[in-house]
């Protein structure tokens, strides 16, 4: 399975941003899937998660801003209020018997 991210881009602070992640097999079963980001100097992180029965978590930071969302074989970030803290390259991350990632998407907010 590869994946493909995209949909970011530069936005100013309280902007919203949706990414994408487009798997080449048209349906797959996942076990989890997520969304990650890393900054530079800084580990990556968790910022979306949801399993194959459909229950989501987010980090503190982003709780009630980002959304994670499936339709077939894309899974979405809805990324509302962003936050110059929120630049960072976005990586999406699909859990099916292996592990598959995404090449990253850029996602800079201005303030």
């Known amino acids: 399975v590869q994946l493909q991210a995209s949909g970011g881009g530069l936005v100013q602070a309280g902007g919203s941003l949706r990414l994408s992640c487009v798997a080449s097999?048209?349906?797959?079963?996942?076990?989890?899937m997520g969304w990650y980001r890393q900054s530079p100097g800084k580990e990556r992180e968790l910022v979306a998660s949801?399993?194959?029965?459909?229950s989501t978590n987010y980090p503190d930071s982003v709780k009630g801003r980002f959304t994670i969302s499936r339709d077939k074989n894309t899974m979405y970030l809805q990324m509302n209020s962003l936050k110059p803290e929120d630049t960072a390259v976005y990586y999406c991350?699909?859990?099916?018997?292996?592990?598959?990632w995404g090449r990253g998407t850029q996602v800079t907010v201005s303030s």
């Open positions: 991350r699909v859990d099916s018997g292996a592990t598959y």
């Open positions: 949801m399993c194959a029965g459909g």
């Open positions: 097999r048209r349906t797959f079963n996942f076990r989890a």
